[in-house]
């Protein structure tokens, strides 16, 4: 069974800019959950889609956005890119939302804004 | 409102001895509790998880966790160190609100593993 995937791994960016990160669960997984990951900040909750709709979300601007196909892939998008932004994105996908199987995680993409 | 609080941010220890990694946490629901470990450029990968079945939870590579609901904890444990194990371990909360869910993670456990 193959595990989340997230692509791309690594990504740079200038300030400014806009990304796209993506994120494809476990087969059969509907729950998708995104966090950033700092060494100042830790690891911080950014949203979770469950069957394309955002179901959670953590205390983020309005420039991390994402969204959830209904293939349960998921798209997390930053715009206006600034220098704090950058960090390890991890994803972490679920069968259900609110449930209390574990989450797998994905390997991450280590976004580096300069 | 619930919170993780991991109580060491480095840990070492000798190869060959007993881990302690300490973990408390607040929460005013019924929480599921997790250890989970990421080893340098990697995600994460569960260790084990509490879920209100038994109080003493066995995960993968040797690493057990008691959840103590009087003294709020659920530390990890491990009997004997290997080097393997040097990587960084995260104590995470999860709460089911009406169907939406909460997690919280610690600050995280660095584990130096001394030869």
């Known amino acids: 069974k193959a595990g989340v995937t997230q692509t791309p791994r690594y990504l740079i960016k200038t300030r400014g800019q806009q990304v796209t990160l993506s994120c494809s669960p476990i087969?059969?997984?509907?729950?998708v959950s995104w966090y950033q990951q700092t060494p100042g900040q830790g690891l911080q909750f950014l949203f979770e889609y469950f069957s394309e709709t955002q179901r959670n979300k953590g205390n983020f601007p309005g420039r991390f956005s994402g969204r959830q196909f209904s293939n349960s892939r998921s798209e997390m998008n930053v715009s206006t890119l600034e220098l704090g932004d950058s960090a390890l994105y991890l994803c972490?996908?679920?069968?259900?939302?609110?449930?209390?199987?574990?989450?797998?995680f994905g390997p991450g993409t280590r976004l580096t804004v300069l | 409102a619930q919170s993780v609080t991991q109580l060491d941010s480095h840990v070492s220890v000798s190869e060959g001895t007993p881990v302690l990694l300490r973990c408390n946490y607040s929460?005013?629901?019924?929480?599921?509790l997790f250890w989970y470990v990421q080893h340098p450029n990697k995600g994460l990968q569960l260790l084990l998880k509490?879920?209100?079945?038994?109080?003493l939870v066995k995960g993968i590579n040797g690493f057990e966790a008691e959840f103590k609901k009087s003294e709020t904890s659920f530390h990890l444990t491990k009997p004997s160190a290997h080097m393997s194990d040097a990587a960084e371990y995260f104590c995470?909360?999860?709460?089911?609100?009406?169907?939406?869910?909460?997690?919280?993670f610690g600050t995280g456990t660095k584990l130096q593993v001394i030869p």
């Open positions: 929460s005013s629901y019924s929480p599921s």
């Open positions: 087969s059969g997984h509907r729950s």
């Open positions: 509490y879920t209100s079945a038994a109080t």
């Open positions: 972490a996908s679920d069968k259900t939302s609110g449930s209390y199987n574990e989450q797998f």
């Open positions: 995470v909360v999860r709460v089911n609100s009406g169907g939406y869910q909460k997690v919280t």
